[in-house]
T-cell receptor, first 114, second 113 residues
Framework: NAGVTQTPKFQVLKTGQSMTLQCAQD?????MSWYRQDPGMGLRLIHY???????DQGEVPNGYNVSRSTTEDFPLRLLSAAPSQTSVYFC?????????????FGEGSRLTVL | RKEVEQDPGPFNVPEGATVAFNCTYS??????FFWYRQDCRKEPKLLMS???SGNEDGRFTAQLNRASQYISLLIRDSKLSDSATYLC??????????????FGRGTSLIVHP
């Protein structure tokens, strides 16, 4: 069982570059979300989606875009990377349409912006 | 007041000890809550889900205190392998019809020989 797959696992960017973090799940979950985790800050919600074609902002959406064209995929785009976006990014999905079920996380993507 | 607050610790305990963590929350619309465990540099994984006032699973007991708005996790007979960060997801509220899980900062537990 693949579960939630994130790529890449590690990435180094220069300030101003753009990139996309990929997230795919094979559990037919409607709810998907992106979090970032910084030391001492816990998990902070960036964007989330409750189904294909539906996305919304979380707590820290600035500098990130998302789209949900299929149930399986939920990519996170960094438009113009900044050092403040250096973080560990986790994608998570849930079977609950309202996110009340167990969250299944990907292994994380470690991003460094120089 | 922050939506979810946890004591970051670390809680440093010997093997065999009993340790308890609390997590206070400010939004109380939902019945369910969760505790996740996160090992160093790994993704969080579900430890316990609770759909009422409490749940017990082996050495772990989770409880909800609605009046005081906190949830707790009790670990009995601590093992070295229990060393991790414990994240709470308290009962949440609806936001435009959707409940969005909100995580606490996590409490670090270190169990030593």
């Amino acid at each position: 069982n693949a579960g939630v797959t994130q790529t890449p696992k590690f990435q180094v960017l220069k300030t101003g570059q753009s990139m996309t973090l990929q997230c795919a799940q094979d559990m037919n979950h409607e709810y998907m979300s992106w979090y970032r985790q910084d030391p001492g800050m816990g998990l902070r919600l960036i964007h989330y989606s409750v189904g294909a074609g539906i996305t919304d902002q979380g707590e820290v959406p600035n500098g990130y875009n998302v789209s949900r064209s299929t149930t399986e995929d939920f990519p996170l785009r960094l438009l113009s990377a900044a050092p403040s976006q250096t973080s560990v990014y986790f994608c998570a999905s849930s079977y609950g349409l309202d996110g009340t079920g167990e969250l299944f996380f990907g292994e994380g993507s470690r991003l460094t912006v120089l | 007041r922050k939506e979810v607050e946890q004591d970051p610790g670390p809680f440093n305990v010997p093997e065999g000890a009993t340790v308890a963590f609390n997590c206070t929350y400010s939004n109380s619309a939902s019945q369910s809550f969760f505790w996740y465990r996160q090992d160093c540099r790994k993704e969080p994984k579900l430890l316990m889900s609770v759909y009422s006032s409490g749940n017990e699973d082996g050495r772990f007991t989770a409880q909800l205190n609605r009046a005081s708005q906190y949830i707790s996790l009790l670990i009995r007979d601590s093992k070295l392998s229990d060393s991790a960060t414990y994240l709470c997801v308290p009962p949440g509220g609806a936001s435009g019809g959707s409940y969005i899980p909100t995580f606490g900062r996590g409490t670090s537990l270190i169990v030593h020989p």
